[in-house]
Protein backbone atom coordinates (compact mmCIF):
# COMPACT_ATOMS: atom_id res chain seq x y z
CA UNK A 1 0.00 0.00 0.00
CA UNK A 2 1.66 3.00 -0.59
CA UNK A 3 2.21 6.01 2.04
CA UNK A 4 -0.27 8.40 0.30
CA UNK A 5 -3.21 5.66 0.40
CA UNK A 6 -2.36 4.62 3.77
CA UNK A 7 -2.36 7.94 5.27
CA UNK A 8 -5.69 9.29 3.17
CA UNK A 9 -7.31 5.80 4.80
CA UNK A 10 -6.38 6.73 8.46
CA UNK A 11 -7.41 10.20 7.79
CA UNK A 12 -10.83 8.59 6.58
CA UNK A 13 -10.92 6.80 9.58
CA UNK A 14 -10.23 9.29 11.88
CA UNK A 15 -13.19 11.62 10.29
CA UNK A 16 -15.40 8.66 10.65
CA UNK A 17 -14.86 8.31 14.31
CA UNK A 18 -14.83 12.12 15.06
CA UNK A 19 -18.10 12.32 13.30
CA UNK A 20 -20.02 9.25 15.39
CA UNK A 21 -18.22 11.35 18.58
CA UNK A 22 -20.07 13.99 17.84
CA UNK A 23 -23.51 13.17 16.83
CA UNK A 24 -24.31 10.12 19.25
CA UNK A 25 -25.73 11.60 22.18
CA UNK A 26 -23.49 9.31 24.54
CA UNK A 27 -22.80 5.86 25.08
CA UNK A 28 -25.62 3.34 24.61
CA UNK A 29 -23.88 0.96 27.19
CA UNK A 30 -22.96 1.96 30.58
CA UNK A 31 -23.04 -1.06 32.59
CA UNK A 32 -22.19 -4.66 31.02
CA UNK A 33 -24.99 -7.40 30.08
CA UNK A 34 -25.97 -9.84 32.50
CA UNK A 35 -26.12 -13.59 31.67
CA UNK A 36 -25.35 -15.02 28.46
CA UNK A 37 -26.14 -12.63 24.65
CA UNK A 38 -29.97 -13.68 23.76
CA UNK A 39 -28.38 -14.98 20.27
CA UNK A 40 -26.75 -17.66 21.78
CA UNK A 41 -29.53 -18.80 24.46
CA UNK A 42 -30.28 -21.74 25.29
CA UNK A 43 -26.66 -22.18 26.70
CA UNK A 44 -25.21 -25.80 25.82
CA UNK A 45 -24.80 -28.52 28.87
CA UNK A 46 -21.05 -28.43 28.41
CA UNK A 47 -21.08 -24.71 29.82
CA UNK A 48 -18.36 -24.32 32.10
CA UNK A 49 -18.51 -22.45 35.11
CA UNK A 50 -15.86 -20.48 37.22
CA UNK A 51 -16.56 -19.42 40.90
CA UNK A 52 -15.42 -16.53 42.31
CA UNK A 53 -13.66 -18.20 45.45
CA UNK A 54 -10.61 -16.38 45.82
CA UNK A 55 -11.18 -13.53 43.70
CA UNK A 56 -12.15 -10.12 43.20
CA UNK A 57 -14.21 -10.34 40.36
CA UNK A 58 -17.28 -7.92 38.87
CA UNK A 59 -17.70 -4.81 36.22
CA UNK A 60 -15.27 -1.49 36.68
CA UNK A 61 -14.97 1.40 34.10
CA UNK A 62 -12.38 2.32 32.10
CA UNK A 63 -11.67 6.28 31.08
CA UNK A 64 -11.24 6.29 27.20
CA UNK A 65 -10.92 9.24 25.45
CA UNK A 66 -14.06 10.27 25.05
CA UNK A 67 -16.23 8.73 28.40
CA UNK A 68 -16.18 5.67 30.24
CA UNK A 69 -16.93 2.06 28.97
CA UNK A 70 -17.85 -0.70 30.95
CA UNK A 71 -15.45 -3.49 31.41
CA UNK A 72 -15.54 -6.98 33.54
CA UNK A 73 -12.40 -7.66 35.71
CA UNK A 74 -11.22 -10.61 37.33
CA UNK A 75 -8.07 -11.05 40.01
CA UNK A 76 -7.14 -13.20 42.70
CA UNK A 77 -7.71 -11.44 46.17
CA UNK A 78 -4.18 -11.61 47.09
CA UNK A 79 -1.28 -9.61 45.53
CA UNK A 80 -0.38 -6.74 43.48
CA UNK A 81 1.16 -6.12 40.31
CA UNK A 82 0.02 -8.85 38.31
CA UNK A 83 0.50 -9.86 34.38
CA UNK A 84 -2.10 -8.66 32.55
CA UNK A 85 -4.38 -10.40 30.44
CA UNK A 86 -6.92 -8.46 27.91
CA UNK A 87 -9.80 -10.65 26.68
CA UNK A 88 -11.24 -9.40 24.03
CA UNK A 89 -15.01 -10.46 23.18
CA UNK A 90 -16.57 -12.61 20.18
CA UNK A 91 -19.70 -10.71 18.52
CA UNK A 92 -21.85 -11.25 21.39
CA UNK A 93 -19.96 -8.90 23.69
CA UNK A 94 -18.96 -9.22 27.57
CA UNK A 95 -21.66 -11.89 28.50
CA UNK A 96 -21.27 -14.72 30.61
CA UNK A 97 -19.01 -16.78 28.45
CA UNK A 98 -16.27 -14.11 28.29
CA UNK A 99 -16.65 -13.05 32.17
CA UNK A 100 -16.13 -16.87 32.73
CA UNK A 101 -12.69 -16.57 30.60
CA UNK A 102 -11.57 -14.11 32.80
CA UNK A 103 -12.27 -15.75 36.20
CA UNK A 104 -10.28 -18.64 34.62
CA UNK A 105 -7.25 -16.82 34.25
CA UNK A 106 -7.30 -15.23 37.71
CA UNK A 107 -7.43 -18.49 39.05
CA UNK A 108 -4.24 -18.93 37.32
CA UNK A 109 -2.82 -15.47 39.13
CA UNK A 110 -3.32 -13.16 36.33
CA UNK A 111 -5.62 -9.91 36.05
CA UNK A 112 -7.53 -10.43 33.43
CA UNK A 113 -9.91 -7.32 31.60
CA UNK A 114 -12.38 -7.44 29.05
CA UNK A 115 -13.28 -3.91 28.40
CA UNK A 116 -16.97 -3.70 26.13
CA UNK A 117 -15.52 -2.54 23.18
CA UNK A 118 -19.06 -2.24 21.45
CA UNK A 119 -20.21 0.55 24.03
CA UNK A 120 -20.58 3.45 21.93
CA UNK A 121 -22.78 1.53 18.82
CA UNK A 122 -24.91 -1.05 20.69
CA UNK A 123 -26.20 -3.79 22.85
CA UNK A 124 -25.66 -6.73 21.58
CA UNK A 125 -26.70 -8.98 24.04
CA UNK A 126 -30.73 -8.27 23.66
CA UNK A 127 -30.69 -9.07 19.95
CA UNK A 128 -32.04 -12.41 18.75
CA UNK A 129 -28.99 -13.58 15.64
CA UNK A 130 -25.68 -13.02 14.28
CA UNK A 131 -26.73 -11.30 11.25
CA UNK A 132 -28.76 -8.86 13.20
CA UNK A 133 -25.66 -8.11 15.50
CA UNK A 134 -23.27 -8.09 12.64
CA UNK A 135 -25.85 -5.55 10.35
CA UNK A 136 -27.18 -3.60 13.60
CA UNK A 137 -23.59 -2.91 15.63
CA UNK A 138 -20.48 -4.80 14.59
CA UNK A 139 -19.96 -3.09 11.45
CA UNK A 140 -20.26 0.11 12.79
CA UNK A 141 -17.41 -0.47 15.11
CA UNK A 142 -13.66 1.23 13.89
CA UNK A 143 -10.94 -0.65 14.45
CA UNK A 144 -8.76 2.52 15.83
CA UNK A 145 -11.47 2.66 18.75
CA UNK A 146 -11.25 -0.65 19.60
CA UNK A 147 -7.30 -0.41 19.98
CA UNK A 148 -7.33 2.62 21.51
CA UNK A 149 -9.68 1.29 23.76
CA UNK A 150 -7.76 -1.43 24.70
CA UNK A 151 -5.07 1.03 25.39
CA UNK A 152 -7.28 2.62 28.11
CA UNK A 153 -7.65 -0.73 29.96
CA UNK A 154 -4.02 -1.34 30.10
CA UNK A 155 -4.03 2.20 31.43
CA UNK A 156 -6.50 1.24 34.05
CA UNK A 157 -4.46 -1.69 34.96
CA UNK A 158 -1.15 0.18 35.40
CA UNK A 159 -2.88 3.22 37.19
CA UNK A 160 -4.91 0.82 39.42
CA UNK A 161 -2.03 -0.89 40.63
CA UNK A 162 -3.50 -4.11 40.03
CA UNK A 163 -1.39 -5.07 36.82
CA UNK A 164 2.05 -5.04 35.79
CA UNK A 165 2.09 -3.89 31.85
CA UNK A 166 5.23 -5.03 31.88
CA UNK A 167 3.87 -8.55 31.82
CA UNK A 168 1.12 -7.94 28.74
CA UNK A 169 -0.80 -10.55 26.81
CA UNK A 170 -4.19 -10.60 25.13
CA UNK A 171 -6.14 -13.26 23.59
CA UNK A 172 -9.65 -13.29 21.87
CA UNK A 173 -11.92 -15.46 19.72
CA UNK A 174 -13.70 -15.23 16.63
CA UNK A 175 -14.12 -11.35 16.26
CA UNK A 176 -11.84 -10.68 19.17
CA UNK A 177 -9.50 -13.12 17.44
CA UNK A 178 -9.07 -10.76 14.52
CA UNK A 179 -8.41 -7.77 16.95
CA UNK A 180 -5.45 -10.04 18.62
CA UNK A 181 -3.28 -9.89 15.57
CA UNK A 182 -4.37 -6.34 14.66
CA UNK A 183 -3.17 -5.25 18.59
CA UNK A 184 -0.43 -7.14 18.34
CA UNK A 185 0.64 -4.55 15.61
CA UNK A 186 -0.12 -1.97 17.47
CA UNK A 187 1.50 -1.59 20.86
CA UNK A 188 4.95 -2.16 20.89
CA UNK A 189 4.79 -3.08 24.82
CA UNK A 190 2.95 -6.25 24.58
CA UNK A 191 4.42 -9.24 24.94
CA UNK A 192 2.38 -11.83 23.14
CA UNK A 193 -1.16 -12.48 22.32
CA UNK A 194 -3.06 -16.16 21.30
CA UNK A 195 -6.01 -16.00 18.86
CA UNK A 196 -8.71 -17.68 18.49
CA UNK A 197 -10.64 -18.35 14.78
CA UNK A 198 -9.73 -14.87 14.10
CA UNK A 199 -10.58 -13.90 10.76
CA UNK A 200 -7.39 -12.98 9.01
CA UNK A 201 -8.17 -11.40 5.65
CA UNK A 202 -11.06 -8.67 3.90
CA UNK A 203 -11.99 -5.65 2.05
CA UNK A 204 -10.27 -2.94 3.51
CA UNK A 205 -12.88 0.04 4.65
CA UNK A 206 -12.83 3.26 6.31
CA UNK A 207 -13.57 1.38 9.90
CA UNK A 208 -11.67 -1.30 8.95
CA UNK A 209 -8.31 0.07 7.03
CA UNK A 210 -6.28 -2.96 7.57
CA UNK A 211 -6.96 -6.80 8.15
CA UNK A 212 -3.99 -9.14 9.78
CA UNK A 213 -2.68 -10.14 6.81
CA UNK A 214 -1.82 -6.91 5.85
CA UNK A 215 0.23 -6.64 9.31
CA UNK A 216 1.57 -9.90 9.29
CA UNK A 217 5.38 -8.82 8.16
CA UNK A 218 5.11 -6.22 11.19
CA UNK A 219 3.66 -7.94 14.44
CA UNK A 220 5.56 -6.43 17.47
CA UNK A 221 4.53 -9.19 19.84
CA UNK A 222 4.33 -12.88 18.85
CA UNK A 223 0.79 -14.52 17.91
CA UNK A 224 -0.01 -17.90 18.41
CA UNK A 225 -3.18 -18.49 15.88
CA UNK A 226 -5.26 -21.44 17.01
CA UNK A 227 -7.94 -22.57 13.99
CA UNK A 228 -10.46 -24.88 12.69
CA UNK A 229 -10.05 -26.95 9.33
CA UNK A 230 -13.91 -26.81 9.12
CA UNK A 231 -14.60 -23.43 10.37
CA UNK A 232 -16.78 -22.44 7.46
CA UNK A 233 -15.75 -18.83 7.61
CA UNK A 234 -12.43 -18.58 7.65
CA UNK A 235 -11.33 -20.76 4.75
CA UNK A 236 -7.72 -23.02 5.24
CA UNK A 237 -6.06 -21.08 2.05
CA UNK A 238 -6.34 -17.56 3.97
CA UNK A 239 -4.68 -19.40 6.82
CA UNK A 240 -1.84 -20.48 4.83
CA UNK A 241 -1.65 -17.15 3.00
CA UNK A 242 -1.04 -15.65 6.43
CA UNK A 243 1.38 -18.58 7.27
CA UNK A 244 3.16 -17.34 4.36
CA UNK A 245 2.69 -13.14 5.30
CA UNK A 246 4.17 -13.52 8.68
CA UNK A 247 7.94 -11.72 8.88
CA UNK A 248 10.72 -14.35 7.68
CA UNK A 249 12.15 -16.17 10.96
CA UNK A 250 9.04 -14.60 12.97
CA UNK A 251 8.06 -16.35 16.54
CA UNK A 252 4.56 -16.21 15.69
CA UNK A 253 2.97 -19.72 15.11
CA UNK A 254 -0.70 -21.26 13.24
CA UNK A 255 -2.07 -24.42 14.77
CA UNK A 256 -4.80 -25.88 12.51
CA UNK A 257 -7.31 -28.72 14.30
CA UNK A 258 -8.65 -31.17 11.60
CA UNK A 259 -12.12 -32.25 11.85
CA UNK A 260 -12.80 -28.25 13.90
CA UNK A 261 -15.15 -25.67 13.02
CA UNK A 262 -15.27 -22.58 14.23
CA UNK A 263 -15.78 -21.86 17.56
CA UNK A 264 -14.52 -24.88 19.29
CA UNK A 265 -13.71 -23.06 22.08
CA UNK A 266 -16.92 -21.92 22.89
CA UNK A 267 -18.00 -24.46 25.84
CA UNK A 268 -21.40 -23.06 25.75
CA UNK A 269 -22.32 -23.78 22.03
CA UNK A 270 -22.84 -26.76 19.93
CA UNK A 271 -19.44 -25.95 18.72
CA UNK A 272 -17.83 -26.66 21.21
CA UNK A 273 -15.23 -28.90 20.93
CA UNK A 274 -13.33 -30.26 24.52
CA UNK A 275 -10.12 -31.79 23.36
CA UNK A 276 -9.54 -29.15 21.26
CA UNK A 277 -10.24 -26.70 23.51
CA UNK A 278 -8.43 -27.78 26.26
CA UNK A 279 -5.23 -28.70 23.76
CA UNK A 280 -5.34 -24.73 22.91
CA UNK A 281 -5.49 -23.94 25.84
CA UNK A 282 -2.71 -25.51 27.24
CA UNK A 283 -0.56 -23.71 24.47
CA UNK A 284 -2.34 -20.28 25.34
CA UNK A 285 -0.87 -20.38 28.95
CA UNK A 286 2.82 -22.36 27.65
CA UNK A 287 2.65 -19.31 25.26
CA UNK A 288 2.18 -16.59 28.00
CA UNK A 289 4.60 -18.09 30.01
CA UNK A 290 7.26 -18.31 26.80
CA UNK A 291 7.01 -15.04 26.21
CA UNK A 292 6.89 -13.45 29.89
CA UNK A 293 3.21 -13.17 30.46
CA UNK A 294 3.04 -15.14 33.98
Not at 27 to 44: E, N, Q, Y
Not at 220 to 229: D, F, S, T
Not at 252 to 260: D, L
Request: hydrophobic share 40%.
Amino acid sequence: MAMADHDQRLEQQSKAISQATFTRRGFVMATLAAGFALAVRPVSADTLTTDQTGLTAGEIRIQTTDGHIPAYRARPKQGTALAVVLVVQEIFGVHEHIKDICRRFAKLGYLAIAPELYARQGDVSTLSDSQEIVAKVVSHVPDMQVLDDLDAAVAWAKESGEGNVEKLGITGFCWGGRIVWLYAAHNPKLKAGVAWYGRLTGKPSTLQPTHPIDVASSLKAPVLGLYGAEDRGIPLDTVEQMRQALAAGSPSQIVVYPNTPHGFHADYRPSYRKEQAEDGWKKLLDWFKQYGVA
